[in-house]
């Protein structure tokens, strides 16, 4: 990719995303991150690094207590 960056377009409103600060409930705990989502219909896409990455890593410390 030689440096770009890549742009995120929504699937449905074919609109560029945009980084948001979201908040996502797991287990009746918090956390807000921001992520890219569609400025229309809001619906937000979750980078694989983040899923597998910071995500995984609270949902597991959440299930151990």
């Known amino acids: ?3 770009e ?3 995120w377009k929504c699937g449905k ?5 945009v980084m948001k600060k979201t908040v996502f409930s797991y ?3 918090t956390v ?3 992520v890219p989502t569609c400025p229309k ?4 896409f979750i980078p694989e ?3 597998e990455g910071k995500m995984a890593e ?3 410390q959440l299930e151990d207590k």
């Open 41 to 44: 219909c809001g619906k937000v």
């Open 13 to 17: 409103c074919n609109e560029t995303l």
């Open 49 to 51: 690094e983040l899923a």
């Open 58 to 60: 609270v949902e597991e």
């Open 5 to 7: 960056k890549r742009t």
């Open 27 to 29: 287990l009746g705990h």
């Open 32 to 34: 807000a991150h921001e």
């Open 1 to 3: 990719m030689n440096g």
